[in-house]
């Protein structure tokens, strides 16, 4: 049955999606930023708000779920099917930059690798695991923190992303910008600079879809 608590506990889950907070997800959709705020799910009177039907389109927009997918949410079903994979490659920031570990969509070659369980977040067959290595990425992601990539998912403008060059160096960034000439980064931790890289020299780009933190 449709509840006003399913519907916007299917909100949140396709927020943690994309990990992303309620907020980050409205800004994301074009929309105020206060939108799915706690404080806005009931009206002044204690009345259950529901959200508009815009608002749910926007939302679905912003991060390429179909109707599908957040009728799914809405009715629990968010959980990895019993037949999808119940692992995935795991592989160290160090190891994703040298040279032969991936193929040129950015998909690990080779046996061998150590496994980490995936979430109940549902990902492609062809995700994987990356291991933040150093300090880089604070305060955002921690040394240690598990970061699952999609190669292959669409990556929008606002997206955090694994990014690798022609040089090896792989990075863990938010997606600024994307031209035919050059793809704009930016860096989680200020204390790093942005980065325009030209397209060519940009050899995959991959979301990232979960995060352990």
Do not use: C
């Not at 955002?140 to 990539?149: E, N």
Request: glycine share 10%.
């Amino acid at each position: 049955m449709l509840s006003h608590e399913k519907v916007w506990a299917a909100i949140d889950a396709l927020a943690a999606r994309h990990s992303l907070s309620a907020s980050g997800l409205a800004r994301r959709a074009g929309l105020d930023s206060t939108a799915f705020n706690k404080s806005k799910r009931l009206s002044a009177d204690g009345r259950p708000r529901w959200p508009s039907t815009e608002s749910l389109a926007k939302i679905m927009e912003a991060t390429g779920a179909s109707l599908a997918e957040l009728l799914a949410l809405v009715e629990g079903r968010a959980a990895l099917p019993s037949a999808a994979r119940a692992s995935v490659p795991l592989i160290g920031f160090a190891q994703a930059g040298a040279g032969g570990f991936f193929d040129d969509g950015g998909f690990p070659v080779g046996q061998g690798w150590d496994e980490i369980d995936l979430p109940t977040a549902r990902v492609g067959d062809n995700a994987y695991a990356l291991q933040v290595q150093g300090d880089s990425m604070l305060p955002l992601y921690r040394d240690g923190d598990v970061l699952i990539v999609e190669p292959g998912a669409r990556v929008r403008k606002g997206d955090r992303i694994v990014a690798k060059t022609a040089s090896g160096e792989v990075m863990a960034k938010i997606l600024a910008g994307r031209t035919t000439r050059h793809v704009e980064l930016v860096s989680l931790n200020p204390a790093h600079p942005d980065r325009t890289i030209p397209s060519a020299e940009i050899v995959w780009l991959a979301r990232i879809v979960w995060a352990s933190q």
